[in-house]
């Protein structure tokens, strides 16, 4: 079936560093995206979100890009930093307002200081 | 912070017990979702409620999964017969009224069946 997945399970960045998180969606129907960054024994937590009109937007620190061309989504962390240690997911949103939201894989964040 | 509030956070249970689990969402937001997460995986859709009416179900739900909303505000997802197989994160998500909007996780119920 469609689904999201991620290309990379697991990064390390250096402190300071820019990061990067790939995200690759295969439902042409999704119209709204979102990254979540989930730590150790928590609930997702929103980070920043994109509809599909868009294809770029940025909130504090954080990126999010969209190619529908080619169904990649992305988030760019600047100046990586500890606190940002985490498991980062994409999130298609399939079906409009009533629709529900589809979650990846995750990507491991490791930030060595 | 009024977040999404989920009860217990933590529970074990033998083989073959009932469990329900409570999720209190954000005043305001009339949409509810109950997800599972198993470790390592990313959540997976459960239940969708708007108000008091549960308009879709997943696959994963099975007949030992009964979920309800009656006064449209706190929901209680109840699991029967638990298994093994059952053990997991179960997050519950609450979304405003109107458009297309993110969901606002709660901390989670962590079920061990043993």
């Known amino acids: 079936g469609e689904s999201v997945g991620l290309h990379l399970p697991t990064l390390s960045v250096q402190e300071g560093d820019n990061s990067i998180i790939n995200c690759a969606y295969s439902n042409s129907a999704s119209d709204y995206f979102i990254w979540y960054k989930q730590e150790s024994g928590k609930g997702p937590q929103f980070i920043i979100d994109?509809?599909?009109?868009?294809d770029k937007r940025q909130g504090q620190r954080v990126t999010v890009l969209l190619n529908k061309t080619v169904k990649h989504l992305s988030l760019q962390i600047a100046a990586t930093q500890p606190g940002d240690s985490a498991v980062y997911f994409c999130?298609?949103?399939?079906?409009?307002?009533?629709?529900?939201?589809?979650f990846g894989k995750g990507t491991k964040l490791s930030v060595k200081p | 912070d009024t977040g999404v509030s989920q009860d217990p956070r933590h529970k074990i249970t033998k083989r073959g017990q009932n469990v329900t689990f409570r999720c209190d969402p954000i005043?305001?937001?009339?949409?509810l979702y109950w997800y599972r997460q198993t470790l390592g995986q990313g959540p997976e859709f459960l239940t969708y409620f708007q108000n008091e009416a549960q308009l879709e179900k997943s696959r994963l739900l099975s007949d030992r999964f009964s979920a309800e909303r009656p006064k449209g505000s706190f929901s209680t997802l109840e699991i029967q017969r638990t298994e093994q197989g059952d053990s997991a994160m179960y997050l519950c998500a609450s979304r405003p009224p109107q458009g297309t909007s993110p969901l606002h996780f709660g901390n989670g119920t962590r079920l061990t069946v043993t």
């Open positions: 999130a298609e949103n399939y079906g409009g307002s009533q629709g529900n939201l589809i």
């Open positions: 994109i509809r599909s009109n868009m």
């Open positions: 005043s305001e937001h009339n949409r």
